[in-house]
């Protein structure tokens, strides 16, 4: 016999959804302003790449959960005729696949695909100018999440 799944579970699901987004809005807001601040250390970027990257596989696993979308409109007050949650889902899953693409497209590597990450006396600074574009990825993702 199947697993029994039932609106609970889903309704479930859309409450654990909807406080991670909020979550990771928060998250990417507070490094946005830290990138903007002034200098940050390279374990400061890679660790921005660790988060998006499990936040984008737990946010995919939510929206491909069977009638989600349908349930989500049913049950969100005030939310617009035709609101697409699983659409909303993938345009915030590529927002945070973008920060990920723009952190390991301008993240200085050697030959072989190592960072350079650090010296034995210190790690690696990036300024707010190398975070320019980090920072607009930052905030595409935050406009995703309302």
């Known amino acids: 016999m199947p697993f029994l799944a039932s609106n609970g579970v889903l309704g479930d699901i859309h409450q654990l959804a909807s406080k991670r987004a909020l979550h990771t809005k928060g998250i990417a807001q507070q490094r946005r302003a830290t990138l903007a601040a ?3 250390t390279s374990s400061f970027v890679i660790s921005i790449d660790a988060d998006v990257m499990a936040i984008r596989t737990e946010m995919q ?28 889902w993938q345009t915030m899953i590529a927002a945070l696949q973008a920060v990920s693409d723009e952190i390991r497209a301008t993240f200085p590597v050697a030959a072989g695909g190592f960072l350079l990450a650090r010296t034995w006396a210190a790690e690696r600074e990036f300024t707010p100018a190398q975070t320019a574009g980090l920072r607009t990825q930052l905030d595409n993702l935050i406009a995703t999440i309302s």
Do not use: H, L, R, S
């Open 38 to 40: 002034g200098n940050v």
């Open 61 to 88: 696993g939510y929206a491909a959960t069977p009638g989600i979308g349908p349930y989500v409109q049913a049950n969100t007050p005030g939310a617009p005729a035709g609101y697409d949650a699983v659409a909303e």
